[in-house]
Nanobody, 121 residues
Framework: QVQLVESGGGLVQAGGSLRLSCAAS????????MGWFRQAPGKEREFVAA????????YYADSVKGRFTISRDNAKNTVYLQMNSLKPEDTAVYYC??????????????WGQGTQVTVSS
């Protein structure tokens, strides 16, 4: 089992950047694929990015490709989401998730509590 805690959210102007972090507990972090998802008010949770256990494979939603970068540091049990060129439509609660299987659907086994990202125009 793994517990996840996100941080790094906040208020930023359009065009700005933020880096989200997700710290995981447990000794088996490096066994898990990790994903980032987001949910805006009144909308369903949607996939943002995912990374394999080794970091060798990454996937992105088309809406963030070229602007967001997912990475991980297995020595620190942490996964990151670097968000550049932020847009107001990126405003949402961002969640990290862990699963043994790398996937883009919101069916991960473990979830964090979320961190709010607000992009002002």
């Amino acid at each position: 089992q793994v517990q996840l805690v996100e941080s790094g959210g906040g208020l930023v102007q359009a065009g700005g950047s933020l880096r989200l972090s997700c710290a995981a507990s447990g000794r088996t972090f490096s066994s898990y694929a990790m994903g980032w998802f987001r949910q805006a008010p009144g909308k369903e949770r949607e996939f943002v990015a995912a990374i394999s256990w080794s970091g060798g494979s990454t996937y992105y939603a088309d809406s963030v490709k070229g602007r967001f970068t997912i990475s991980r540091d297995n020595a620190k049990n942490t996964v990151y989401l670097q968000m550049n060129s932020l847009k107001p439509e990126d405003t949402a609660v961002y969640y990290c998730a862990a699963d043994y299987t790398l996937r883009v659907g919101a069916t991960y086994d473990y979830w964090g509590q979320g961190t709010q990202v607000t992009v002002s125009s």
